[in-house]
Nanobody
Framework: VQLQASGGGLVQPGGSLRLSCAAS????????ISWYRQAPGKQRELVATITSGGSTRYADSVKGRFTISRDNAKNTGNLQMNSLKPDDTAIYYC?????????????????WGQGTQVTVSS
């Protein structure tokens, strides 16, 4: 299974970006999709999660500004980021709890995308 993250870039404070995470491979189902971020010199932190049923959770620092969504048919997850602040500058990583199915054998495992840089600066 591979997770491909995209959509990062440079944006001015107050601007918006939309991150996407596409999963490919021998996927039977995807349970939770999450977005994490890691700023320079800081630990990786959880930004948002969404379950297969659509339940969401957000870090307090992004509530009301970020929206996580998913398309189960396309095995994709998205993070819409509005009203961006310089403190949102970080590398953003997607994570997915995936159940794979190979030759009839199902196996749950967590996978990470490669990270996409988000820089908020004037």
């Amino acid at each position: 299974v591979q997770l491909q993250a995209s959509g990062g870039g440079l944006v001015q404070p107050g601007g918006s970006l939309r991150l996407s995470c596409a999963a490919s491979g021998s996927i039977f189902s995807i349970n939770v999709i999450s977005w994490y971020r890691q700023a320079p010199g800081k630990q990786r932190e959880l930004v948002a999660t969404i379950t297969s049923g659509g339940s969401t959770r957000y870090a307090d620092s992004v509530k009301g500004r970020f929206t996580i969504s998913r398309d189960n048919a396309k095995n994709t997850g998205n993070l819409q980021m509005n009203s961006l602040k310089p403190d949102d500058t970080a590398i953003y990583y997607c994570n997915a709890d995936v159940t794979t199915q190979v030759m009839g054998v199902r196996k749950p495992q967590s996978y990470w995308g490669q990270g996409t840089q988000v820089t908020v600066s004037s």
